[in-house]
């Protein structure tokens, strides 16, 4: 019985997955480390590639002491293929096949259905790689620029972990679709990611952190959602990959409340009470209140068309094969087939916002999303209103109505405002930037935007963590720049 915590580090790729008892997928996925390595080059963080920086790699895969500190450098990052432990006797948690043995290779019936949950996960960790390829030049610390680059070598190991799932279940479509992974580019005209967000700019550090705030929000859901598969590979690799996907979540509430603290503490020692006193906080080289909210609405909406249509067949089918199921599946308790329930959906009639009662299998895109917005808004108040509530200032960041600057699904087709009145098309044009950050919000962002590389000091923008990575002192030297 091979110990599956256990992670082989020899090869040339770290894993424990029984790689060396593999020669046939070991050199289809050596083949494809070169190309990998000139992705990351090419389209990896712009710079500090051969920066010594302080970073976690995975070990072993149980819940304690799976990780070790060090520092390397980008391109020496050992990538590798982690699965969490299997457990004995799993079972289908929900659908047609509910209560079947899980299965260990791909069902027939689901391969394409499969695949293509698979490559769209996969593409969306090397795309956020390409949107923050830039942000190196601009990081607000060392401990910032560090957590950047411990996000991007952890989303390209996340990339790591589907293609090892395409190449090992799926042959050469496996194989084409791993190659495909390296070749579309985010925002690219011609071969562009395959989800709406994944093409949008992540242009200064504030929309890192909303990023990773509201997206990868996103991807803690639907990697819940594909963790409770009936095809025992993927659950088993969502399950390892959520563990490191919560510190990415971490950086981005945290780097968002330290904004806020800076904000805050700068208007209280200016005497600043009003927080639309907008020209007066920017003064103080800090984001005033109002941005920040309009950057929330920006990345709030764009993250939402992430869930797809709020009524999907394709979502419906992916269940009821067992192959993508709900939040917290094994945690609810129903009969997990959903054939004869209902769910309360958001819709669009007759020019009007009406909550209507659809079939639940038809409506799990939107019973994700809803639980996305639950988490989302308790983490806005946990972590952003206290902060601004202690220092007492009169101010609440909110998240707005789901029908705002959507996309994609039942709103695509309208404007509202963000409490989800509908608009006229020149409303909206005229009202915009109350709602959004306009040229002039994100040219002063951009102004803020200065490196600072001094070991333990920060941009005035953003106060120091309360604590270091790894327990470190604040003045500890997270990137030894080359
Ligand atoms: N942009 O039935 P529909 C993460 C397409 S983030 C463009 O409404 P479905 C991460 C859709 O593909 C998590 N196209 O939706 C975070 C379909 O096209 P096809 C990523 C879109 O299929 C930060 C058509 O519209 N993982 O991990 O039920 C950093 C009709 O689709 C969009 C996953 O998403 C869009 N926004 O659901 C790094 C999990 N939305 O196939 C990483 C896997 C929909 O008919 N993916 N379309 O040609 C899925 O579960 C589903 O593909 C989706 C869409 C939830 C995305």
Known sequence: MPNDMAVDYDGLIPNNVGLNADPRLRRALEQWHPSYLGWWMDRGPDGFQSAEIYLRTAVGVDQEGWAKFGYVRMPDYRWGILLAPQVEGRTIPFGAHKGERAWQEVPGEYRAMLRRLITVQGDTEPASVEQQRRLGATAPSLYDLRNLFQ????????????????????????????????????????????????NERTPDWLAFFMFTFFTDRDGKMQLHALAQSGFDPLSRTCRFMLTEEAHHMFIGQSGIGRVLEATCAAMKSAGIDDPHDIARVRALGVIDLPTMQKRANMHFSLTLDLFGSELSTNAANAFQGGLKGRYLEDQIDDDHALLAATYPVLRLKDGEIVREEVPALSALNMRLRDDFVADAQSAVERWWNRIIARAGIDYRITLPHVAFNRRIGEFAVIEADTEG????????????????????????????????????KFASWIAPPRTGIDNKPGDFEYVKLA
């Not at 930037?433 to 951009?446: K, N, Q, R, T």
């Open 151 to 198: 996000v991007n070598v952890e989303e390209a190991r996340h990339l790591w972990a589907m293609v090892y799932l395409l190449q090992k279940y799926f042959g050469r479509d496996g194989r084409e679709e791993a190659e495909d992974l390296l070749r579309r580019r985010s925002g690219d005209r011609d071969s562009p990611r395959l989800l709406g967000a994944f």
């Open 421 to 456: 009145k509908l608009l006229s098309t020149a409303e909206w044009a005229r009202r915009r930037d109350e709602f959004l950050p306009s040229a002039a919000d994100d040219e002063f962002v951009a102004s803020l935007m200065k490196p600072v590389r001094e070991k333990g």
